[in-house]
């Protein structure tokens, strides 16, 4: 069956290290999806892409980057991780023209 | 921007009683509402898309129904399998959106036995 899958799905980390998180789908969806969800503001958009070489900034992307080589991974890049950074993150994908986004399970992520 | 609401954050129920959750949004040219159920420690899984006012859709004890204003997720005899949080989010123009969703905080169902 296709899917999304995320790895680690739990990580500990310290401030400043820099931290990659992945995200391989299966379904040969042409858009992929970063979020991350904390209390008291649900998911929120971190980078997004529509295709391969093509990456876009979401509403809170200042630390995070993605690069785009294949259709199905969109790892996530901690540049130098910060306890601000401390949430769990959701990747997700869907198919121009029909939009439901099938997330993965999450990976929850501490930095100390 | 596209903006979600919904409301109440929290909802206790007894089991056989119904209610329903409301997602208020505003956004530019709507082309999809979604809800989404999230049990804890899991992704959201998606349950259904409406895509224009006056569309209801069904799963069960679930059904969906959708205004110009809002959305309202119904429940009908909930069993305690029910609890979850659940997720609405937008879709607006393809112009200011792409193939964004905008998400709402969500609200968080448990259903006592």
């Known amino acids: 069956d296709a899917e999304i899958t995320q790895s680690p799905r739990h990580k500990i980390t310290e401030t400043g290290r820099q931290v990659t998180l992945a995200c391989h789908q299966t379904w040969n969806h042409n858009n992929m999806f970063w979020y991350r969800q904390d209390l008291g503001h649900g998911l929120r958009l971190i980078h997004y892409s529509y295709g391969v070489q093509d990456t876009n900034k979401g509403e809170v992307s200042d630390g995070y980057s993605v690069s785009r080589s294949n259709t199905e991974d969109l790892p996530l890049t901690l540049e130098s991780a910060a306890s601000s950074q401390t949430s769990v993150y959701f990747c997700?994908?869907?198919?121009?023209?029909?939009?439901?986004?099938?997330f993965g399970p999450g990976t929850r992520l501490l930095v100390l | 921007e596209d903006q979600v609401t919904q409301s109440p954050e929290a909802l206790r129920l007894q089991e056989g009683e119904s209610s329903s959750l409301n997602c208020s949004y505003t956004?530019?040219?709507?082309?999809?509402l979604f809800w989404y159920r999230q049990d804890p420690g899991k992704g959201p899984e998606f349950l259904f898309t409406l895509y224009s006012a006056g569309e209801e859709k069904e799963k069960e004890r679930l059904k969906a129904t959708l205004t110009k204003k809002e959305s309202f997720l119904h429940i009908t005899a909930p069993k305690p399998e029910d609890s979850a949080t659940y997720l609405c989010?937008?879709?607006?123009?393809?112009?200011?959106?792409?193939?964004?969703?905008?998400f709402g905080e969500g609200t968080q169902l448990t259903v006592n036995p």
């Open positions: 956004v530019s040219g709507l082309r999809g």
């Open positions: 997700a994908s869907s198919l121009t023209g029909q939009e439901t986004q099938y």
């Open positions: 989010a937008v879709q607006g123009s393809r112009e200011t959106s792409g193939s964004r969703l905008t």
